[in-house]
């Protein structure tokens, strides 16, 4: 089997990859970067994202796994003092593959037919450089209304504990195969009105966003900031690529996100 290890790049988190990928040698396990079979990511859930998009071409032959070094994460669920036995699992392959949904970006362009195609584990955003957003929101080819405020978020499920809580998003189970769409700052008023609260749309659904206002937009994808200009429309999809995650024991999502953002630090 081969592998490959992704660190945040501290202090910490390089030795553990350095401990980690010497163990793995010497178990008889190969060392790729070009096609792993296994992504180990170490240090918290933002590394995992590099390691994501870094090998988003592989989602069929590969799996991730995390070692948080700083708080409890989302996709990071081993501690480092785990590692060796983390390891030893590795080695024997004695886990087994969850899939989540993953969120498909397609940006179209006025005077291009080509078209930018993205995929995010966490969620995408738009936002216009220097104006308020004005998007038209089209729901399955229907138009829905007319978006007025700082920006929208779209998000996947595994998402939902992100971005999209902070803009008071429902968090999601995981699992469930659908994408959620949250309003940044919207003007509501007597002239202007928008629907005001999250919209969870089942994965047989599409959003296309339209510009009424201003070509040129910054959208992000998970970590990646990109500014694009001349659109014509952002369509939002749950897509049929799906992330593999390696599970060697339970890792209850409900209990992380009590962890996370319920109990006090006597509780844990």
Not at 178 to 201: D, H, K, W, Y
């Amino acid at each position: 089997m081969k592998f490959v290890i992704q660190s945040r790049g501290d202090e910490l988190s390089n030795r553990l990859m350095a401990e980690a990928k010497e163990y793995l040698v010497e178990f008889g396990l190969e060392y790729d970067e070009v096609e792993p079979d296994i992504v180990l990511s170490i240090g918290g859930d933002g590394t995992l994202l590099h390691g994501f998009h870094k090998y988003v071409h592989r989602l069929h032959e590969t799996a991730f796994v995390g070692i948080h070094t700083g708080h409890l994460g989302f996709y990071a669920d081993w501690k480092p003092e785990e590692i060796e036995k983390l390891v030893i699992m590795i080695a024997r392959k004695d886990y087994h593959v969850v899939q989540y949904p993953l969120l498909e970006v397609e940006i179209s362009y006025t005077h291009s037919e080509e078209k930018s195609t993205y995929l995010a584990l966490n969620e995408s955003t738009i936002k216009s450089p220097e104006v308020t957003l004005v998007m038209d929101v089209e729901l399955n080819g229907e138009h829905f209304e007319r978006f007025r405020g700082d920006g929208l978020c779209m998000s996947t499920p595994s998402g939902s504990t992100a971005y999209s809580k902070s803009l008071n998003g429902a968090i999601l189970h995981p699992s469930l195969s659908c994408m959620q769409l949250t309003e940044m700052a919207s003007i509501n008023n007597r002239v202007f009105r928008t629907v005001g609260s999250p919209l969870v749309l089942p994965s047989h659904h599409s959003c296309l966003l339209k510009p009424v206002k201003g070509p040129d937009f910054m959208v992000t994808v998970d970590h990646l900031q990109l500014l694009q200009k001349d659109v014509k429309s952002i369509e939002y999809k749950v897509s049929k690529e799906r992330i593999s995650f390696a599970r060697f024991r339970p890792f209850p999502f409900w209990k992380r996100v009590s962890e996370s953002f319920v109990a006090s630090d006597e509780e844990k």
